[in-house]
C-alpha cells in the first residue's frame, strides 16, 4: 500500500501561482510515476500531468507551459508548480502513484482561482 497526503492548496487570484506538493509514504519502492489530476464540480476527473522514476514528464494540453511537476526522490514527493493561474483551474488537485499494476490516490487538495 502507498498513502499520499497532498498539501499547498488554498485560494489565488486569478495570474497567481501556488506550489502543490504530495507525500508518499508506506510501500513506496518500485513506485513508477507519480502525478496529478483535477476535479471540479460537474466534471470528470481531469489527468493533469506526470512524471516517471526516471524524470520524463507529460502533461494536458490545458496546463502546458503553465504548470511544471516535479520529483524529489529522496523525500518521496511529487510537486506541482502552477503559474499563471485562470479561473478554469479552479478544482479538487488530486495526487497518483502508479506502482505495479495499481494506482493510488491522495484525498485531495482544493485550489480555488477567484478575484
Known amino acids: 500500500q502507498v498513502q499520499l497526503v497532498e498539501s499547498g492548496g488554498g485560494l489565488v487570484q486569478p495570474g497567481g501561482t501556488l506550489r502543490l506538493s504530495c507525500a508518499a509514504s508506506g510501500s513506496i519502492f518500485s513506485i513508477y510515476a507519480m502525478g496529478w489530476a483535477r476535479q471540479a464540480p460537474g466534471n470528470q476527473r481531469e489527468l493533469v500531468g506526470s512524471?516517471?522514476?526516471?524524470?520524463?514528464?507529460a502533461y494536458a494540453d490545458s496546463v502546458k507551459s503553465r504548470f511544471t511537476i516535479s520529483r524529489d526522490n529522496a523525500k518521496n514527493t511529487v510537486y506541482l508548480q502552477m503559474n499563471s493561474l485562470k479561473p478554469e483551474d479552479t478544482a479538487v488537485y488530486y495526487c497518483?502513484?502508479?506502482?505495479?499494476?495499481?494506482?493510488?490516490w491522495g484525498q485531495g487538495t482544493q485550489v480555488t482561482v477567484s478575484s
Open positions: 497518483n502513484a502508479i506502482q505495479g499494476g495499481n494506482i493510488y
Open positions: 512524471v516517471t522514476s526516471d524524470g520524463s514528464t
